[in-house]
């Protein structure tokens, strides 16, 4: 059964660096896209990029200069760094996989992490 | 980027009965080599991630109830439960995976009546 999970800090203080880590576990990080997206409160969702298991990224243009998704796969875990954060950065994160090697729909999420960008 | 866009944003109905919900993408998500639509609709119920229950923009998710139906017509998408449960209230959000970066609409929250 495979499953995701968020780690990392609820609150983070106005230009620092929002680090999150999602673990997974009944599959292997050597497939797939593995993705962070958010939610904003009352927004919707708003894909951040992902990490192919061959190590290419994407990212969304609108955070492109801030953002870093990194894949530990001795650990089966992948990782978001978001720099410079603004209260527009609070959000609740989802880390989610592919459905397949080819296609980026999402049945796989984590249960989601809130984060709240605040002094 | 693509532009995603639900409507309603909210209905309400009876149990029972059918609930139509709308997305529409301000351009082609078809894909000619494998005539496909890549459009997915996902269920979010209050404190819980998205749900998958429908992509290629009409293929049911394994495990999903056939009361819920996607179809397509050209960059209209629509998501039908054919008998609203009261274990279907929630927002529904569609989905493109067409062309980065991946968008999603709004949401249409759904409602009983």
């Known amino acids: 059964q495979v499953q995701l999970q968020e780690s990392g800090p609820g609150l983070v203080k106005p230009s620092e660096t929002l680090s999150l880590t999602c673990t997974v576990s009944g599959a292997s990080t050597n497939s797939y896209f593995w993705s962070w997206i958010r939610q904003p409160p009352g927004k919707r969702l708003e894909w951040i990029g992902y990490?192919?298991?061959?190590?290419?990224?994407s990212y969304n243009p609108s955070l492109k200069s801030r953002v870093t998704i990194s894949l530990d796969k001795s650990k089966n875990q992948f990782s978001l760094e978001l720099t410079s954060v603004t209260a527009a950065d609070t959000a609740v994160y989802y880390c989610a996989r592919s459905q397949d090697d080819s296609s980026v729909f999402y049945y796989y999420w984590g249960q989601g992490t809130p984060v709240t960008v605040s002094s | 980027d693509i532009v995603m866009t639900q409507s309603p944003d909210s209905l309400a109905v009876s149990l029972g009965e059918r609930a139509t919900i709308s997305c529409k993408s301000s351009?082609?998500?078809?894909?000619?080599?494998?005539?496909?639509?890549?459009v997915a609709w996902y269920q979010q119920k209050a404190g819980q991630p998205p749900h998958l229950l429908i992509y290629w923009a009409s293929t049911r998710q394994s495990g999903v109830p056939d009361r819920f139906s996607g179809s397509e017509s050209g960059t209209d998408f629509t998501l039908t439960i054919s008998s609203l449960q009261a274990e279907d209230v929630a927002v529904y959000y569609c989905h493109q995976y067409y062309s980065r970066p991946y968008t999603f609409g709004q949401g249409t929250r759904v409602e009983i009546k």
């Open positions: 351009q082609s998500v078809f894909k000619g080599s494998n005539h496909k639509n890549y």
């Open positions: 990490i192919y298991y061959s190590g290419s990224t």
